[in-house]
Each structure stands twice: as structure tokens, then as C-alpha cells.
């Protein structure tokens, strides 16, 4: 009977990780599209709108983060787990999937009125109120697309492949309609039909595919799955506020062309770490469920060490790959990456002792917290340093905030893991 046991729980597991394997691999995929393929676009926007409309462009799709942040309400944590722990069950399902639509409409809603009031109230933002109103299509078409669910599900790759295609057809859109620097409006426009076409697909699939129905749940249901989204949306808000404030920043100290500088080397930092995000996605679900910590250690080490190697691929080869992608002139973005390449170096370390397994193994607090107290002191930096900003400072201060993060995330796994490790 104990031998019985032992072998069920034995292909639990083998089956588990290769679930994970699976779910890696799609999500490696999707992070490709949402991060990468713009690559192909960026060094063509930057030749045709030039620096100071692209770096506008990026201004606004960065101060439009903000508002992806909101609507986000930290579902894509709180959600993500509550599904994986409740897959089984369809009502609960139906619940959870019914409650996170229609909060997330009623922020979209909220986030739209808050957005024509300022672009209405700022004199620069009212001058160019149209690539801000544009933009905000982006926040509803990302608000929509359940990657929390497939997620929780560990069923990321159908999604995945559709999600790739509407973005491949994004990427191919600009090429045939912004041929003029007049034609920046497209780009969000682009963007924003992308998302909208990922998000109206996954949508049916999550209604078709897992016979999900969406119900009016009890004030009572939305307001428990709010309360237990809070402290992930401190978290999100957090990391949002130090990782995108800062093209929005820039731009609006330094103007739209250092933005444009800035934005260049950050789209590229960007598709660095995002090679790191499939596996904190992946691996918070499955460690909620599996706690598979001998999985854990492997992947953290496989993980760190591959990471190490590819920024100190991205240090040495800084200006002959950004001169490759945007051509000459942008020496400043190249100096600009090699310090991206050492925060790198730090974030996906920090990354994975966060969410994947100080959260995921019930030690959400260093996880959240981290992430907070880091963006304040970032803030409290920028605020500071404003009548000297640079581009390089607002680097210098993302190494600083980062370094905190990780120092927190270390002392919650000293203190609360070592044995669990150990084992």
C-alpha cells in the first residue's frame, strides 16, 4: 500500500513538471510576442517617426502603463492562484472568471473618466490628447486577455500561438501604414488592434474550451475577491510605479527625445527579461500546488547562471547591437543598455525568490513588500534628483531599488526556507 502511494504520488509529480515544462514553454513564446517581436518594429519606428515622435509615442504608452496597472487589480497573482487551486471545481470557476470581468470593467470605466481629465487639464498632454486617448485602447485590450486564467489553468498554449499571430499581424500592420513621421497615431492604433484581437479570441476560447459562463456574482463575492487582490495590487502598483515610471519620467523632465533614447535601451532590457518572466509565471501556479521545491532549486540555478552568462553577453556587445538595431546615433541608448545589463543580472535572481516561491510557499508579505518599499525610495530618488536627472541616474536608482528588493527577498528565504531548501 505505502509502495502504491509512492508511485501515484511519483507520476503526480512527473506529470506536474511536465505541465510546467509545457506551460514554460508557451509562456516563453507569448513573453517572444509581447517583447521581442516589437524589436522588428522599434528600429523601423525610430528611422521613420524619428527620435522625437517615437520617443512621444513611448511617452504616452508609458504614462498609459499606469492605467494597465489599475486595471489590472492585482488579478494576475490573486486570480492566477485562486484558479489553480480551484480548477476542479466549474462553479468556483465560473465565479472567479465572472468577478475579475466585470471589476476589471468597472476600473477600465473609471481609469477612462481619470485619463480625459487630465489629458484635459495638462496644457502638453491636451496639445497631443489624441495618442493618449489612443492609447488607452491598449490598457482595454490587455485588461480583457485572461492570462490569469490559462495561467492558473496550466493551459497557455492554444492562447499562446493565437496571442502570437495577432501580434505578428500588429507588427506586419505598421510596416504597410506608418510610412511618414505624420503617421505615429498609427501606432498605438496597431498595438491597440492586437491586444483587442488576442483578447477577443481568448475570451471565447475561455467560454468555449472550459465551458465557463459569466454570471452576475454577489456584491459579497466582488467585494471578498477585491480584499484578496489588495495586497498583490500594492505589489503590481509598486513594480509598475519603479519599472514604468521611468520612460514617463524622463520624458517629462528631459522631453520627448531623450524619452526616445531612453525607451530604445529599455525596449531592449525588456526583451532580456523576458526571458525570466515564462518561468515566475509558470512556476508561482504549480509551486502553490506542488510545492516542488527539489523542481524549485533546479530551475533557480539553471535559471540564474544562464542569466548571468547573457548579461555579460549584453555588457560586452552593447554598441555594436544597439548601432545593428537602430543604426547610428544611438550611443547613448548602447551606454544606457550596459547598465540595464547589470540590473538584469540582479532582477531575475529577485524574481524568482519572490512570487514563484516566498508567496507560493505562504510568505507573500517579503514577496509584496519588497516590491513596495523599493518603489518608494525609488520615487523619493527621481523626486530628489530631478534638477540633475539624466537617463543614467534613473538606471543607477532601478540597480538601487533592485538591490533592496532582493536584500528583503533573501532575508524572508533565510528566515522562513532554509530547512525547506535544505530538504
Request: aromatic share 12%; charged share 15%; with cysteine.
Amino acid at each position: 500500500m505505502v509502495w502504491l502511494k509512492q508511485r501515484i504520488a511519483g507520476i503526480y509529480r512527473h506529470d506536474g513538471r511536465r505541465k510546467l515544462f509545457s506551460n514554460v514553454v508557451a509562456l516563453s513564446v507569448l513573453q517572444a510576442a509581447n517583447y521581442i517581436l516589437p524589436l522588428i518594429t522599434v528600429p523601423y519606428l525610430v528611422r521613420v517617426l524619428g527620435a522625437e515622435r517615437f520617443g512621444l509615442v513611448m511617452f504616452a504608452a508609458a504614462f498609459n502603463m499606469y492605467f494597465v496597472m489599475l486595471s489590472d487589480v492585482g488579478f494576475d497573482l490573486s486570480a492566477t492562484r485562486a484558479v489553480a487551486l480551484s480548477r476542479d471545481r466549474l462553479d468556483t470557476i465560473n465565479e472567479i472568471f465572472s468577478s475579475v470581468t466585470i471589476i476589471k470593467t468597472a476600473v477600465l470605466v473609471i481609469g477612462f473618466l481619470i485619463l480625459v481629465g487630465l489629458v484635459m487639464a495638462i496644457d502638453r498632454f491636451r496639445s497631443e490628447y489624441a495618442v493618449f486617448l489612443i492609447s488607452y485602447l491598449v490598457t482595454v485590450g490587455q485588461a480583457y486577455f485572461p492570462t490569469w486564467f490559462f495561467s492558473g489553468m496550466e493551459h497557455m498554449r492554444l492562447v499562446t500561438i493565437l496571442n502570437v499571430v495577432a501580434k505578428l499581424a500588429f507588427a506586419l500592420l505598421i510596416f504597410v501604414v506608418v510610412r511618414r513621421p505624420e503617421d505615429y497615431l498609427y501606432v498605438p492604433l496597431m498595438n491597440a488592434f492586437g491586444f483587442a484581437a488576442a483578447s477577443a479570441i481568448s475570451m471565447v476560447l475561455v467560454i468555449r474550451k472550459f465551458g465557463v459562463k459569466l454570471r452576475i456574482p454577489p456584491w459579497s463575492t466582488l467585494v471578498f475577491r477585491l480584499r484578496e487582490s489588495a495586497h498583490f495590487f500594492v505589489s503590481r502598483a509598486s513594480v509598475s510605479i519603479y519599472d514604468n515610471s521611468n520612460t514617463f519620467v524622463v520624458g517629462l523632465v528631459l522631453g520627448n527625445v531623450a524619452a526616445g533614447y531612453y525607451s530604445a535601451a529599455e525596449k531592449l532590457f525588456k526583451a532580456m527579461t523576458a526571458l525570466q518572466m515564462p518561468l515566475t509565471n509558470s512556476l508561482y501556479p504549480y509551486m502553490s500546488k506542488s510545492r516542488d521545491v527539489r523542481a524549485y532549486r533546479k530551475i533557480f540555478t539553471t535559471a540564474t547562471v544562464g542569466n548571468a552568462a547573457l548579461c555579460l553577453l549584453v555588457f560586452v556587445l552593447a554598441y555594436p547591437i544597439v548601432s545593428l538595431i537602430y543604426g547610428a546615433g544611438f550611443e547613448l541608448s548602447a551606454s544606457l543598455l550596459r547598465m540595464f545589463a547589470i540590473l538584469t543580472c540582479i532582477m531575475v535572481p529577485s524574481a524568482l525568490l519572490g512570487y514563484p516561491l516566498l508567496a507560493a510557499l505562504g510568505h507573500s508579505g517579503y514577496a509584496n513588500y519588497s516590491v513596495v518599499a523599493a518603489a518608494v525610495i525609488h520615487l523619493l530618488l527621481l523626486l530628489v534628483a530631478i534638477p540633475i536627472l539624466s537617463p543614467h541616474l534613473v538606471v543607477v536608482f532601478l540597480i538601487i531599488t533592485q538591490l533592496i528588493v532582493l536584500a528583503i527577498r533573501v532575508v524572508g528565504v533565510r528566515r522562513h526556507l532554509t530547512t525547506v531548501l535544505a530538504s
